[in-house]
């Protein structure tokens, strides 16, 4: 059964900082992972997707990457925002591509 | 191209009664993904249907939960004799036709939220 882990469970952080959400995944037999962003009552926002033969993917100050064959994806946020602030969900698809798995999120807040 | 269309946003229904979720997946999409979220919980699974069928259902609870996909109209998820418990929020997601070149990316709607009273 696929469990997927993300850490830091809350972060806050001033303004500028740059940081790092991580995330794990006891399964490696993955199609792809995907980085969600959630608005408190909100639904959910695709920022990134890595396929399963992809390292990494870029948009804009985010960069995640994947490491499959140790079950790791690290979501990189550059200069961060106020407006950054909000939960970001890890999710894997398996089980040829029928269902996603998801983390229980960071909760971000940036702090001016 | 409106994005998958979630209604309604908001229910409120008392105990015994019946909640009828309704999802219009992305024009072009044929796959649509019921999920669960859980007060202070992640998003989990319920059910993976295309059109007039069931693919996976294995994270849908045994009794009081269906769903359907026709072949004409959206997807709807039917929660008989709500109890306290049922109240969260459950999103839909769609994605296009699996064929090759195909990203597997699943797209999600704004969700409804149910209260049971």
């Known amino acids: 059964k696929q469990e997927v882990t993300q850490i830091p469970a809350a972060l806050s952080v001033p303004e500028g900082e740059n940081l790092v959400l991580n995330c794990s995944f006891t399964?490696?037999?993955?199609?792809?992972l995907q980085w969600f962003r959630q608005d408190p009552g909100k639904g959910l926002t695709s920022l990134l997707l890595?396929?399963?033969?992809?390292r990494e993917q870029t948009s804009g100050r985010l960069n995640a990457s994947l490491d499959k064959s140790s079950g790791r994806s690290t979501l990189y946020i550059a200069a961060s925002q106020p407006g950054d602030s909000a939960t970001y969900l890890c999710?894997?698809?398996?089980?040829?591509?029928?269902?996603?798995?998801f983390g229980t999120g960071t909760q971000l807040k940036v702090e001016l | 191209n409106a994005g998958v269309m979630q209604n309604p946003r908001h229910l409120v229904r008392r105990r015994g009664q019946e909640a009828r979720l309704r999802c219009s997946p992305m024009?072009?999409?044929?796959?649509v993904y019921w999920y669960r979220q859980l007060p202070e919980e992640g998003l989990k699974f319920m059910v993976y249907?295309?059109?007039?069928?069931?693919?996976?259902e294995s994270g849908m609870p045994k009794e009081r939960f269906s769903a359907e996909f026709p072949k004409e109209g959206p997807s709807i998820l039917r929660i008989q004799q709500v109890v306290r418990g049922d109240s969260a929020a459950y999103f839909c997601?769609?994605?296009?036709?699996?064929?090759?070149?195909?990203?597997?990316?699943?797209?999600f709607g704004e969700g409804s939220r149910l209260t049971v009273l």
């Open positions: 997601a769609s994605s296009p036709r699996r064929q090759g070149g195909n990203t597997g990316e699943l797209f």
């Open positions: 399964d490696s037999a993955i199609y792809n």
């Open positions: 890595i396929q399963s033969s992809q």
């Open positions: 999710a894997v698809l398996t089980g040829g591509g029928n269902k996603l798995t």
């Open positions: 024009k072009g999409h044929s796959h």
């Open positions: 249907l295309q059109k007039e069928n069931i693919i996976d």
